[in-house]
């Protein structure tokens, strides 16, 4: 099951990308219903894809939506609840949405969870599908919830643990897909509810048994081949959509069109030879190749860490033209200079990016956790000796 916003996950894109958004939700879609997944939820970012849209696309894949709190033209599209079998043991599951599906209206997600929830008779255990837990959790408040488990999608809370939910537990798997959740219940004979073993847990008696772990996915799906079919058929699919010749960028020379805050590396290279010769021994220096190498050139969710200037003004707005302004440039660091290049004796770029810059990328969680700045910054020093 999937806690919502997996068709979508930044309802913060300028407009210009939902068309290559759309072509993902796609891609996400097919997958999604190839793995036979049970029941799924839908969230504020998945909205952002058009309530059309999404109708349209749930219906082509079938795909097992529930919104007990999502009223549109004054009927319920899609169901509340569903009671799904596993082994000895019985679940419900509600779904509920959150954000502004065009058209639709969202009622009380808690009034109208629990009483979908009451609606499936006797079960075992009671799951709530919950996209931004913080949004749709909020009617919960301090009090307590008829649900065992609160399975959230797309979340701030770190994605290894359960954490505590009222009687219950709450997981999530972290967001960008790149991990499943896996949470394993031992049935206890008349058990209710449920308690958790592992790290700092204290189980309580009586209750039915959960543990949960995560599996990389990228790891879990490269076997399959009607999956690796799917992804292939979305990067082509995303490269129409963005309608780029089919080698747009490394023809082009680095130089920025004239006008822009940016001058772009090939500028600075004539004046700053030692700087340009060690930035060229760098991984910067192919950072939009090795995207490209991955099929992923232009795909609106990389880029932005993998060129210059991304979506930043007198910077690339669209995939197509990354052109001058790939790789991770001088300027990424410096700050765009083309007023410097004009006045180099009056106008310095910043001496000594710090840190924090190298923190907008080496984020933690795209750069799979690798950045150490005492090892990461020597790497990358260019200037005189210190
Ligand atoms: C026409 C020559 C020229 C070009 C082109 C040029 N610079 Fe400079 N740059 C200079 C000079 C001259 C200085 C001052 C050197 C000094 O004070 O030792 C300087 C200083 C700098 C400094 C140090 C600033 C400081 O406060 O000491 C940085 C960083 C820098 N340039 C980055 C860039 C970048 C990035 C580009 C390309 C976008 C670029 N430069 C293009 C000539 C140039
Ligand atoms: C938040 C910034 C960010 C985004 C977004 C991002 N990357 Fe990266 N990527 C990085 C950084 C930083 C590294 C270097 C990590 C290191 O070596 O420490 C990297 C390295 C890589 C590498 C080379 C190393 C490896 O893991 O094999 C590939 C390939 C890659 N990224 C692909 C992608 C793809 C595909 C996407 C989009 C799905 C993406 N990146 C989105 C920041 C990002
Ligand atoms: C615009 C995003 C961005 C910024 C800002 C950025 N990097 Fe990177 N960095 C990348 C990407 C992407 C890669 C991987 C490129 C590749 O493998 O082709 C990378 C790779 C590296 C690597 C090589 C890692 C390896 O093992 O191959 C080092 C070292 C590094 N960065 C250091 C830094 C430091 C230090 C800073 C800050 C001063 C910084 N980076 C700022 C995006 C960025
Ligand atoms: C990943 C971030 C990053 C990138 C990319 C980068 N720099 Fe730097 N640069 C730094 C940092 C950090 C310093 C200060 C520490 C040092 O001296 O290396 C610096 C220092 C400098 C200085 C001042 C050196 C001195 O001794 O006065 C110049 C000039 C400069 N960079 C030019 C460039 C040029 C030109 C490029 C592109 C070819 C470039 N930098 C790319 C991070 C970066």
């Known amino acids: ?60 894949h079938s795909l097992p939506i529930l919104a007990a709190n999502l009223t549109c033209d004054g009927t319920a599209p899609f169901p509340g609840g569903v009671v799904v079998e596993r082994g000895a043991l019985r679940f419900a599951v509600v779904g509920v949405t959150t954000g502004e599906p065009q058209g639709c209206e969202v009622g009380d997600p808690r009034v109208l969870a629990e009483s979908a929830l009451a609606g499936l008779g006797e079960v075992d255990v009671a799951v709530l599908l919950a996209p931004e837990g913080e949004a749709a959790l909020e009617a919960w408040g301090a009090s307590q919830s008829a649900f065992d488990l609160v399975v959230v999608g797309d979340s701030d809370i770190p994605s290894t643990t359960s954490v505590p939910w009222g009687d219950g537990w709450r997981v999530q798997s ?11 219940i031992e049935p206890v004979s008349g058990g209710h509810g449920l308690t958790r073993t ?19 996915l990228a790891e ?24 780029a010749p089919a080698r747009p960028i490394d023809s082009v020379a680095r130089r920025v069109a004239s006008g822009s805050a940016y001058a772009g590396r090939d500028t600075c290279a004539g004046c700053h030879a030692q700087a340009d010769a060690q930035w060229q021994t760098t991984s910067h220096a192919h950072a939009w190749t090795t995207l490209d190498a991955a099929g992923r050139g232009l795909d609106r969710s990389c880029v932005g860490c993998h060129v210059t200037g991304w979506e930043q003004d007198g910077g690339p707005q669209e995939p197509a033209a990354i052109g001058a302004f790939r790789d991770v440039q001088c300027e990424v660091c410096h700050g765009p200079s083309a007023a410097h290049v004009a006045d180099p004796a009056t106008i310095k770029p910043v001496r000594s990016p710090s840190v924090t810059v190298c923190t907008t990328c080496h984020d933690g969680e795209r750069d799979g956790g690798q950045f150490d700045a005492e090892t990461y910054m020597p790497r990358i020093h260019h200037g005189h000796a210190e």
């Open 174 to 184: 972290g967001s960008r897909g790149k991990q499943v959740g896996v949470a394993t």
């Open 198 to 216: 592992g790290e700092g847990a204290t189980p309580t008696a009586g209750a039915h048994v959960l543990s949960t772990r995560l599996i990389a």
């Open 1 to 60: 099951m999937d806690g919502g916003n997996a068709l979508h996950r930044n309802r913060e894109w300028p407009a210009t990308g939902l068309p290559q958004a759309r072509v993902t939700a796609a891609v996400v879609a097919k997958g999604l219903a190839e793995t036979g997944i049970d029941a799924m939820a839908l969230g504020g970012h998945d909205w952002w894809l058009g309530t059309e849209f999404v109708q349209a696309l749930v219906r082509e």
């Open 220 to 243: 879990a799906l490269r076997e399959d081949p009607d999956i690796a079919a799917i992804v292939a058929d979305g990067k082509v699919r995303i490269a129409e959509t963005e309608a």
